[in-house]
């Protein structure tokens, strides 16, 4: 079992950084891929960035401003979002499954990021 704790969400205006942090339990941690997604009102949950195999993928729209890392000492891994949009605007949540070939099993409970324009 996982539980994840997002924190780090809050307001900021057009062109701001936040950091968002993801704590997660259980002592198999580093085993886990973990990835970050968010959901926007009214729209479907994206993919945001993951780190698996030793490489980091982010979605075209976060490219070149967010930047995903993990500290596996601390059982955290973290989303810096640089040159915020209004249009990154949601929850954030970050996910954890056991290999590339499953699911995201563990899902933390979101934190709202909204983006003053």
């Known amino acids: 079992q996982v539980q994840l704790v997002e924190s780090g969400g809050g307001l900021v205006q057009a062109g701001g950084s936040l950091r968002l942090s993801c704590a997660a339990s259980?002592?198999?941690?580093?085993?886990?891929?973990m990835g970050w997604f968010r959901q926007a009102p009214g729209k479907e949950r994206e993919f945001v960035a993951r780190f698996s195999g030793g490489n980091t993928y982010y979605a075209e729209s976060v490219k070149g401003r967010f930047t995903f890392s993990r500290d596996n000492a601390k059982n955290t891994v973290y989303l810096q979002m640089n040159s915020l949009k209004p249009e990154d605007t949601a929850v954030y949540y970050c996910?954890?499954?056991?290999?590339?070939?499953?699911?995201?099993?563990?899902w933390g409970q979101g934190t709202q990021v909204t983006v003053s324009s």
């Open positions: 259980g002592r198999t941690f580093s085993s886990y891929i």
């Open positions: 996910a954890a499954r056991e290999s590339i070939s499953s699911e995201y099993k563990y």
